[in-house]
């Protein structure tokens, strides 16, 4: 049952995928990368909720080309630190944004994520507490959501619209915008 969920939810990112028509290999997610990250963030998000806290790693690649997953850090409720592995070719971070409260702006990634993927030269991914999943660009300076509420896990007390209109993509200086509304 679990797979088949997976897969439904996998087919549900192809039909809304901002770049899914569009795709730049070596830039863009492979579906492989896209369907490793929401199993493991399947996984995390009901600990992350019930912790009040995020969680967060990296996705990379093993020398024999397979992708993998650090053990999830738990972080605070707003902020968390990977550990770098040294197993791996890191290609990502991952972390995700806690439970729904509404003292945060939670539904997009923060400028703080961006910034610090683009330091690593890495790009990234976040789990919000509505259940979306956003992909995070470094090379091109923005974020982009590959799938939308309730695609992952989602909080309990999640309460939809309360951050506005959320829109399926964002530069760096779009989010800055939005985040400062």
């Known amino acids: 049952m679990a797979d088949f969920m997976r897969a439904l939810r996998l087919a549900t990112c192809i039909a809304v995928l901002p770049f899914a028509v569009t795709a730049r290999p070596?830039?863009?997610p492979s579906w492989e990368e896209i369907d490793f990250v929401m199993g493991v963030l399947e996984d995390l998000q009901p600990v992350s909720f019930r912790k009040e806290r995020e969680y967060c790693g990296y996705i990379g690649?093993?020398?024999d080309g397979s992708l993998g997953a650090t053990e999830p850090e738990a972080g605070t409720q707003a902020?968390?630190?990977?550990?770098?592995?040294?197993?791996?070719v890191v290609i990502a971070s991952f972390h995700t944004h806690g439970t729904f409260d509404t003292g945060?702006?939670?539904e997009v990634p923060s400028d703080v994520d961006m910034q610090g993927d683009r330091a690593l030269g890495i790009n990234g991914w976040v789990a919000t507490p509505g259940g979306r999943l956003w992909f995070v660009d470094s090379k091109d300076n923005q974020t982009r959501m590959v799938c939308g509420i309730g695609c992952l896990?989602?909080?309990?007390l999640f309460y939809k619209g309360i951050n506005g209109?959320?829109?399926?993509?964002?530069?760096?200086?779009?989010l800055l915008e939005k985040l400062g509304e």
Do not use: H, Q
């Open 153 to 156: 896990p989602r909080a309990t």
């Open 165 to 174: 209109t959320i829109e399926k993509a964002y530069t760096y200086d779009e």
């Open 61 to 63: 690649r093993y020398p």
């Open 79 to 88: 902020s968390c630190l990977p550990v770098w592995p040294s197993d791996m």
């Open 104 to 106: 945060y702006f939670n």
């Open 26 to 28: 070596g830039v863009d």
